[in-house]
């Protein structure tokens, strides 16, 4: 089947990555000594901190881990998840159950968070997290966000990873329509951790990526010149997982296509928001999960 990708320029940039000292980022927000995450507080629908093995979110459970999939590395904040193996050809996933009714399934608008760390020797090509569900084709899950191809920019003569993700609104034929591209992290900074952010705005279809609190590239979801409506319609009907790590695809056995990688690295600070969160806001997140890591 023919499929259908829009694309926006990605403006390539050399990104600030996190260096661990202590500094006085956020000290206006905290309480009893502690920082506090308040930025969007009310908007917080999802959550995985792995620090005590579970979950904020309606309808949201642990499952288990598997492979070299691990809770108990040490993580940008407290504990995260880990393919132990660093390898993305080596099964290494963390699923969680979803009820008919969950935090995810409802979602229209959304912004999705996340703390990052890239093993400083491999390509980091492989789903960051998946929902299963009844795809339009085979060996594509519901949504999906994953690191994509490594290529050189033939400019500064870098190597860059993409941050891309797939979410299958349908065009008036049917088929998939929508996949914003993101050349994000430059592979020469890796092995640090870093925050990645994709947001949505159903009312307009407009989206973002951003990359350490930066505007890396920005788009709209139209289809004939109207937004293509909550990201909810893109959820299949019998989607009831959600992976961590891995493709729900080649998990669940529907497809083994070689390039259906497992994420190598490690994966922290996962949050969902049911609106699209504004640079102002991702910028005062980013300060606050900062803060916590000092502490």
């Keep these: 089947m023919k499929k259908f990708f829009m694309f926006a320029a990605a403006a390539l940039m050399t990104v600030s990555f996190v260096s661990c000292n202590k500094d006085d980022e956020g000290k206006d927000d905290e309480v009893n000594g502690k920082v506090e995450i308040k930025t969007a507080a009310e908007n917080l629908v999802a959550y995985f901190g792995f620090e005590a093995k579970d979950v904020l979110g309606e309808g949201i459970t642990l499952d288990g881990t598997k492979g070299a999939g691990s809770l108990d590395e040490t993580g940008f904040i407290g504990k995260c998840y880990a393919n132990t193996a660093k390898l993305n050809t080596q099964e290494a996933y963390v699923k969680y159950n979803l009820a008919a009714r969950n935090a995810i399934r409802s979602l229209e608008s959304f912004t999705f968070t996340a703390w990052m760390n890239l093993p400083a020797d491999k390509e980091a090509k492989g789903a960051i997290m998946s929902l299963n569900g009844t795809g339009v084709e085979p060996v594509w899950p519901s949504w999906v966000f994953l690191f994509d191809n490594l290529y050189k920019n033939e400019d500064d003569g870098k190597y860059y990873q993409q941050f891309n993700g797939r979410m299958d609104f349908l065009t008036v034929d049917g088929k998939p329509a929508l996949w914003p591209n993101c ?44 937004p293509v409506g909550g990201v909810n319609a893109c959820v299949a009907d019998d989607c009831n997982a959600l992976y961590l790590g891995g493709w729900a695809s080649r998990i669940e056995g529907k497809a083994s296509d070689g390039w259906l990688n497992y994420f190598c690295g490690s994966i922290d600070e996962v949050r969902f928001f049911n609106k699209a969160l504004s640079a102002e806001e991702l910028v005062a997140l980013r300060r606050e999960e900062l803060a916590i890591s000092l502490q």
């Design 183 to 226: 050349a994000a992290v430059e592979l020469n900074t890796k092995d640090k951790w870093f925050q990645i952010a994709r947001t949505y705005d159903a009312a307009t279809g407009h989206w973002a990526n951003y990359c350490d609190g930066i505007l890396i590239n920005e788009g709209d979801f139209l289809i004939d010149e109207k």
